[in-house]
């Protein structure tokens, strides 16, 4: 079996104080949609900021092609082909479309340009001149994964993409993570709402209190709906 693109091993994450990730494990092989599942503080959030190099102390492993990424800080992280798309979106709401399109580094070659955004994402070309304030919660969403495609990144972190998101555009955000994947991004997806992840990923980590409690193949999501509903509390 071919080497797995991101290896996680024992990482191990603080703020400040608060020890928040117990020697998280896990690995996402080259062109997988991978989700890590779980409740609210379970550590999703953390262990892509740990990942990204965005924790102020963490330990453990983290091998990108290979490579040990652990002491590198976030910018040099970024230049070995690692992006995060936050939660909290980070649109600049004074800021077009275009605008903020335009605003990530490319870092790294391979970094798709505008013309490729706008042909991945048409709704974005027809409001490329739009204000950022003026753009609907799904647009913005769109926004933020087009955003770090120009990067050059391979592997994309997107951290709960679909919340708050009507079950329409919901859709749509599966239907470009679907796309995403078949252009050849390796993502990581961090989701609450597993009939979602099911729709779009291989494979699902359980996350509970900072560790990976469980993987289930999506082949046989079914057979362990219980236990997910019990993991997840749902
Ligand atoms: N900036 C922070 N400072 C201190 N504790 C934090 C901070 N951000 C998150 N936490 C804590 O870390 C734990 C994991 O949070 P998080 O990774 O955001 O969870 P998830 O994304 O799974 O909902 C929670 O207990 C949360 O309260
Ligand atoms: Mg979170």
Not at 205 to 233: C, F
């Amino acid at each position: 079996m071919a080497e797995a693109l991101l290896q996680v091993r024992d990482l191990e994450g603080w703020y400040g104080e608060s020890h928040i990730l117990h020697g998280m494990t896990f690995e996402v092989g080259r062109g997988e949609v991978v989700t890590l599942l779980g409740r609210n503080g379970a550590g999703k959030t953390t262990t892509m900021r740990a990942v990204m190099g965005m924790l102020p102390k963490r330990s453990g492993s983290v091998k990108y092609d290979g490579r040990e990424l652990i002491h590198l800080k976030s910018n040099a992280i970024a230049k070995a082909g690692i992006a995060i798309c936050p939660e909290e979106r980070g649109i600049f709401a004074s800021l077009s479309v275009k605008e903020n399109l335009l605003l990530p580094p490319r870092v790294k070659p391979g970094g798709l340009d505008l013309e490729a955004i706008y042909k991945l994402f048409p709704n974005l070309r027809e409001r490329s001149t739009s204000q950022g304030t003026k753009l609907s919660g799904g647009e913005q969403q769109m926004l933020a994964i087009a955003r770090i495609l120009r990067t050059g990144a391979d592997l994309l972190l997107l951290d709960e993409p679909t919340e708050g998101l009507a079950p329409v555009i919901v859709q749509q955000i599966g239907a470009t993570i679907r796309m995403l994947r078949e252009t050849g991004f390796t993502i990581v997806l961090v989701e609450q709402n597993f009939h979602f992840a099911a729709t779009v990923a291989d494979r699902h980590y359980v996350v509970e209190h900072g560790q990976v409690i469980d993987m289930i193949p999506n082949a046989s999501l079914e057979q362990n709906r219980e236990k997910l509903k019990t993991y997840l509390g749902v």
